[in-house]
């Protein structure tokens, strides 16, 4: 039986997660290239929304959440043949066309944050080609394993919105993009600075709010579920904004605003794979574990390995994902204000799944992306010249400039 | 005639202007221009990542005056744009052997 | 009886229609106009809002929706008097004042997507004149037709949520509006280019987040209807945005930002009239027309006519509009996928059904826009002098400029 | 019991409100302002929003929502600890956290506001510990008073979504943090124009949709009284827009995009308090009245009393605050289609009741806020030096640029 | 040579590019300039305040020339640039004692 | 004394400024400005309508130097903007008979 109220929420959650992506991210990302690479930034996102949807609907979905693989789904709902217009998916109240289009958009922003570690170099084909095997090969699977009744998921392993499907995937995916990208020219130190921090504070503004969506929206009903997931995942997006400020402000004297919007975005995705499980005062330790580690990690990948990561998304989604992972085994605790754990389970047992599942899904995010990016260079070549890359993207690529004013 | 360019701080721009027309000197022109010199731009941080900005933004005026004038134009600019600091710009004097207004088509003198 | 889950779910529909117009619609077309002309263009915006919003209540809605005649309703609904506070709309679980409140959202953003037919050389007053005529003497009896008990609708064309009332009135009466106000000065060689193309991509991104309320709230309920209209929606938009990717990388190897959006919008406006009736499969097909006879009357209209349409409000809403129209007729059969046609009707005869429509609306639009044009001009001129369109509108019109910078 | 449709509404509702300060008000706020403060005005949204959610959670909703005192409320709902999982808030049929949720909403978007009025020339830590006791010392009361049982809610004050608590609060505090923050240098002829009325439109067009979420959602469930309320809402933002154009074109021949969009706020804080008792006829009226009467203010605040209100604080919110709390008293009446007044209660009475709180409500404001600020500029100082007034906020105390082009 | 420069009203550029294609002057270099001269700015009113904007934008021709037809260019210039209204502009002529194409390396007249 | 005004691809601005501190001139002011020459402009497609931009983005440099070194400088410029393509700019060297910092009020080659 469908549900009016479920229904109500689950396309609006949809309609904000979309919204994440198109336009949020792609303002968030595009305000930290040089103007003359913000219309590469944004066509990349339109592209990837455009080509997820239409092999989601082809087969990336029935591959995902039909059949009952440990591994792999099955073929049986492609183009959503033999899915009845008013069936309800499975153990909820909503129709499953819904939940087959909030699950896309979830796998339109998983390879749109990747975007994230190559832009400003990488050419425009190699974006899209690697963005198609990399959701058949490396998301398709996992989010098969943790939500659609996959081997991880038979072990019961915790990750609500996505810790371990959206953040870390794209997190340590983007390693091997970038390694084989290389770093942008003059990087470290002559590398442009963002072209529009004001234009970045919008996307993260509309990550943040169309995260509601994305967290309180995978309680796929309309309840006390949903109601506490929203809470729990505004709360810790609020602390790791302030411990983000707070070490600016001691470190520098200067809290800037592109380092607050990090913060928000660094709470937002360490609380993701929690925030079906925990409570609210969980969701402070949370927000203020998640803000500290990511701006080291930060620090670490740019000062220490000197990695151009170049919008941080290995720092912020990739640790910030594995940290929630191993943090909602803990407060997912009756004890600690949480849903309580699986009956019989310990939270060392609990935290041990979740080791698993980290483990898994790194290396075979890192080894499947290695093996891509190779494949997209060999095939179709990775970056662009020196020269089109001194000029920017937009004019060469695209045709286009951002700004003719 | 001498065809005037001050390089000069931003914000005293007003000051300039207004101790200009004291003198006299109604037209100007002004582009916003970037300052390299002892001046050392400055380090912006954005996510931990230092970021250079060499330069310094300025402002450049250009004034075409008559040649009598010009010294006392010269020092008036200095003294309404100085702040004491480095990085208060530069006043260059360049030879100007003809103007025209474009409205009327005057020459020399009468079009400044 | 009111139904919550409907209820919050049209509420949310009629925020994101509304969302679509202000700022959607206006970033779309003020990133394609120059710097100069970017405030009048957010302005007409605006104000079209405001205006159509009283109009709406003092009249219009009441004109379309109350009654029963052929031709245009009655006026015993004006100002919503006699409408109890609890009412709930015919035929639907939510209040009447949401259902007024959503249908006004569609009644404001017609006449909007016009401005874009003659941008950077209207005169304030003539637009705001032009709309006010158009919205009462052209949406207001269509409306009625079509959706309001008229004689379209006694006759089963099937226009789900506005090819004909919303797409092809706007893209056609675009028409003689873009005939009488002639094109700009300089067209077509030395127009200026789209100042912020970045702009045009942000309201794109909103315009199709805002559809998901366009067409999965024409449902008027949050169930089965309302998830496969989101769904299609969404398939036929990123399909035609892939279109237009595809033909421009092999027509000048550079796919620009500005095309894929613009073939969103085609996808978009397209699968309006069908977004109710069809499946997923015919989605993918639909978006794949939109998007290449969108493609294609783009080019015939600028080139092949050289007319102004400055921001193809024609080529796109109206042949998207109309190309839908006919495809809801082939796709709502039960064979292809579809909700299946009326009891006993054919597929051809739903064409016939449609093309009585189609051309109804397409002569009733154009007729009725050229005499409204006319009196305008007769009454307040249509266009600002030469030296105000050199110099921009928004200083000369709105004493202000978009950027002081 | 919880009702999915009520909590789906209220969830997005929540989503709304927040939309409307990250990024909506940060967005009109900061296209007013310099280019070189740009940044300052975002962030200070971003921090506020920040710093509130952190205290709401910690204190500040247990003091305006638990307990019965007349004067404040108590700490048992400190951290949300003792709500189960699964209540629902009293008299509704949505979950506490939800309820938790909206409201603190509301207690973010109200001292960002108070931004507005010393925007350009104060320093960072001043505004957040400024906004820190301002939340707790006039907030946190009023809102109790009002909407926590208080003893204004005794006295049976009408103030649906906040003409008192949101608007007024806000309007009037602006005045002593005004004038001891003192006016920008250059104030009232040097000051430089807004950077960018395009943003402010945007941002604008944001509040006006996210205030569906705030009068809307202030009806707490998804019927008729969300519908209504959502009706007067825009019916009454597009009269007073319509009267600013009037006015401006009267005046000077010019309708501006920012006189259009301050009509539109104006006739949203007027109708704020109404909204949920009054009819759509009601709201062409309470729009003229709050159009007309904050355009007089703005000018008196302005160039009589030659205040520099920097963004319109007072004039706006404070003026169409108070306008709307005695408006709703009387087009609450059902004879004049609203909803009635409480049984017994004339007019008159209820009139008397809405001046004794607006009353109570402007001088606590007041004093408080003076003191607050007399505080905190003894505290860590008011005013940034001149010198990095002159050269902007943006790069002295956040050490970034809105803008590197 | 001679080395021009013209500050005049933005939408006369063009007419004033294409004169002086039509003299045979191919290369110039043109730059967005705030002017202040007898031409008062304006006023702008944005919710009710007014702000004084005391500039006008103007645009800033260069151009190098053979000293040979310096006097026909600024003519040139003063015809196409003309509205006859005040802001117009003016055309300033400077000495001009070498010039260089970077690309070749090729001095003096040549290299215009 | 000259000023020297050179105009470049953007591109060589570092390396132009690096040739230039490698010859001990320290300070230069920078503008963007639009060039117009033999190298044309691009077409760029927004949905199927061809904009003609008739402009090339350019870098205008100017640096005040002793007479002494003006030639090697010209030269030094030259050398590192050069990348042999249509485009790469001009160098204009013109007189200038005075010069000021406005810290000190230091006059002559000292001001430089
Ligand atoms: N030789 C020069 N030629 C042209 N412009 C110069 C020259 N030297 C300095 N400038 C300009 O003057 C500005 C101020 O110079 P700087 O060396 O920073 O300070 P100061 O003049 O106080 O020593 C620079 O930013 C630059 O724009
Ligand atoms: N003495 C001057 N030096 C440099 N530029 C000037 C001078 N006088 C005027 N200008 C420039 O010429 C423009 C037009 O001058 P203005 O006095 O307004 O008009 P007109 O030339 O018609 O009298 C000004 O905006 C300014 O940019
Ligand atoms: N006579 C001139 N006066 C001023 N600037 C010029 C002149 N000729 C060229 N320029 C500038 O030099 C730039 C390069 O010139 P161009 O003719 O394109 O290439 P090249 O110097 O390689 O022949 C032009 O874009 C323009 O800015």
Chains 1, 3, 4 share one sequence.
């Not at chain 1, 006390?224 to 997931?229: I, V, Y």
């Not at chain 1, 600690?336 to 041990?352: P, S």
Request: proline content about 3%.
């Amino acid at each position: 039986m469908i549900d009016a109220g479920d229904t109500a929420w689950l396309i609006t959650a949809t309609a904000l997660v979309l919204f994440m992506t198109l336009p949020g991210l792609a303002l968030f990302y595009g305000g930290l290239v040089r103007a003359e690479n913000l219309l590469s930034v944004l066509m990349q996102c339109f592209t990837i929304a455009s080509v997820v949807t239409v092999l989601w609907l082809l087969a990336a979905y029935s591959l995902t959440f039909s059949g009952s693989g440990a591994w792999i789904g099955d073929l049986s709902k492609v183009l959503l043949i033999g899915v009845p217009r008013d069936a309800a998916a499975a153990n909820t109240k909503i129709p499953e066309t819904v939940f087959f289009m909030f699950q896309m958009t979830f796998a339109i922003i998983t390879p749109a944050l990747i975007v994230g570690a190559f832009v400003e170099r990488m050419r425009f084909g190699a974006v899209v080609m690697f963005s198609v095997l990399w959701l058949f090969l490396v998301y398709v699977p996992v989010a098969h394993w943790v939500w659609g009744g996959g081997w991880l998921a038979e072990r019961g392993v915790l990750d609500f919105a996505g810790g371990l499907v959206v953040h870390l995937t794209a997190g340590v995916s983007a390693l091997p993009a970038r390694h084989r990208a290389r770093p942008r020219l003059g990087f470290p130190h002559d590398v442009r600075p963002p072209h529009a921090p004001w234009m970045t504070m919008v996307g993260a503004s509309m990550l943040w709010v169309g995260w509601f969506g994305f967290n309180a929206g995978s309680a796929l009903s309309a309840g006390a579920d949903a109601g506490m997931a929203m809470t729990v995942t505004h709360i810790s997006a609020a602390t790791a904004t302030l411990v983000w400020i707070v070490i600016e402000t001691v470190k520098f004297g200067k809290p800037s605003m592109v380092g607050a919007v990090t913060g928000a975005i660094a709470g937002l995705a360490t609380i993701t794979p929690a925030s079906g499980y925990v409570g609210p005062g969980a969701a402070l330790v949370i927000g203020l574990a998640g803000g500290s580690v990511c701006y080291l990690m930060v620090m670490v990948v740019k000062h220490r390995f000197r990695i151009d990561d170049s919008l941080d998304v290995l720092a912020v989604h990739g640790i910030g994902g594995a940290v929630g992972v191993l943090l909602a085994a803990v407060f997912a605790d009756a004890a600690l204000g949480g849903i309580g754990l699986a009956e019989g389970r310990t939270m060392g047992g609990q935290v041990l799944i979740q080791l698993t599942g980290l483990i898994a899904v790194l290396i075979w995010s890192v080894v499947v992306s290695f093996i891509i990016i190779k494949l997209v260079q060999a095939l179709v070549g990775l970056r662009v010249s020196a020269e089109i890359e001194e000029q920017g993207l937009d004019l060469n690529i695209h045709g286009e400039r951002g700004y003719n004013m | 005639m001498k065809y005037i360019i001050a390089v000069i701080q931003p914000h005293r721009l007003d000051a300039v202007r207004e101790a200009l027309a004291a003198r006299g000197v109604q037209g100007l022109t002004v582009s916003e221009v970037r300052g390299f010199g002892r001046q050392k731009g400055q380090t912006e941080i954005y996510r931990g990542a230092e970021y250079n900005i060499h330069y310094v933004p300025k402002v450049k005026i250009e004034i075409a005056v008559d040649a009598a004038i010009a010294d006392s134009v010269v020092e008036a600019i200095g003294e309404a744009a100085r702040t004491g600091r480095i990085g208060d710009g530069k006043v260059f004097v360049l030879p100007l052997e003809g103007a025209m207004r474009v409205r009327t088509g005057e020459m020399g003198t009468d079009a400044l």
